[in-house]
């Protein structure tokens, strides 16, 4: 009788015990828009009857904080009898962008480890290997520092030299102070007359039809502040330079993360704002177009890119050219790598490579040259 009762209140307190661990069985995570959610774990008993695996699935997740459940439980006895261990494992999020927050002092179970590993793990507020995939949002709940963080972009597209085009535009949560390719550094234009591999340009106004743009002469590119990048392709020095159909990784060490938004760059009646997650239903915005030469009217942009809003707007159709401040437009190419300088290369102002100078307005090795 009283090995009876022994057994019917051991269970009781089994049954007890599981009960308050489904009350703290429990884990956030945050949609890209970083509206968070709480998820109860669904739990089952293993075949012993003493083990409860926990798989946890969060979808398209941009942020999880698995703080509560990182571990496994502490095992908890009662005389010799084994009470309840709880185990979690996960399926990771469909977004690569994801980032798996713990606390400092969580200690992550064997098997939790092996969940995380070549995940985006931040612990407390650092975060030691993060990678950021184009075309994937990102957002970030916390402030916490990258020991290392890159951000890979595919550039399928050159600009033509004498043509142009082929610009895409980017805007990245933390300071980029290098840029690789096939594990290459590569050094972007801080002038006109700099010998680099390719450009990045920053908006520093602009008018109804133009936005206007300039060298990023800075030795990094700032958090938080949307550019507009280009590449060039084998017209520029043969295919030895061209990084027409490369990845790009812009890289940063030791540098702050945030979770703040970009911000406005206005100037007028134009403002360029750069997204981590993309945005979609976009009033007066122009994006990128596809040739990379104008900002064309869109209602969708996609992560990790900029675009131009118009306060007024503009009648349908209309597109904002680009326009490197000093009155030579996107085409002309108006940059140029040491080797197109030594070729001594002259065009007019509608981008025609041109032999002799009569009076007028030309680009003579990349500078705007006034005949009279």
């Known amino acids: 009788m009283k090995t009876n009762m022994r057994i019917a209140m051991l269970l009781l307190l089994i049954s007890a015990s599981i009960s308050l661990v489904a009350q703290d069985n429990r884990f956030v995570m945050w949609n890209a828009n970083g509206i968070s959610e709480t998820v109860s774990v669904p739990y089952e008993k293993d075949q012993t009857g003493d083990v409860i695996t926990n798989v946890i699935s969060v979808g398209d997740a941009a942020a999880v904080d698995l703080s509560s459940i990182a571990g496994i439980m502490k095992t908890t006895t009662i005389g010799e009898w084994i009470v309840r261990k709880l185990t979690y494992t996960f399926e990771p999020s469909t977004n690569p962008n994801c980032l798996y927050l713990v606390d400092e002092n969580t200690e992550i179970s064997a098997e939790m480890a092996k969940s995380l590993e070549g995940l985006n793990v931040v612990k407390g507020t650092n975060a030691a290997d993060v990678v950021l995939t184009s075309g994937f949002p990102f957002f970030t709940p916390r402030d916490f520092t990258a020991n290392n963080i890159r951000y890979e972009r595919p550039f399928d597209k050159g600009t033509q030299r004498g043509v142009g085009g082929g610009w895409q535009t980017i805007v990245l949560p933390f300071d980029v102070q290098t840029v690789t390719a096939d594990g290459q550094n590569l050094k972007w234009f801080a002038d006109a007359n700099d010998d680099a591999d390719f450009w990045v340009f920053k908006f520093v106004g602009g008018n109804d039809n133009t936005a206007l743009f300039d060298y990023n002469s800075d030795s990094k590119l700032s958090a938080a502040t949307p550019y507009i990048v280009a590449v060039p392709d084998q017209s520029w020095a043969g295919s030895e330079f061209s990084l027409e159909g490369k ?3 812009f890289c940063g060490e030791n540098v702050a993360v945030s979770n703040t938004a970009p ?14 997650t993309g945005a979609a239903e976009l009033v007066n915005a122009y994006v990128m177009n596809g040739a990379g030469s104008s900002f064309a009217p869109n209602s969708i942009v996609e992560p990790f890119n900029a675009y131009v809003h118009s306060k007024n707007g503009k009648p349908a159709g209309v597109h904002i050219y680009i326009d490197f401040g000093d009155g030579t437009e996107t085409g002309i190419g108006t940059v140029y790598s040491e080797a197109a300088r030594r070729d001594r290369m002259v ?5 025609r490579r041109i032999s002799t100078l009569s009076k007028g307005v030309y680009v003579v090795d990349g500078k705007k040259v006034v005949v009279r």
């Open 263 to 276: 911000e406005a760059i206005g100037s007028g009646n134009l403002s360029f704002i750069g997204t981590y």
């Open 247 to 249: 990845t790009l990784a």
């Open 347 to 351: 065009y007019d102002l509608q981008g």
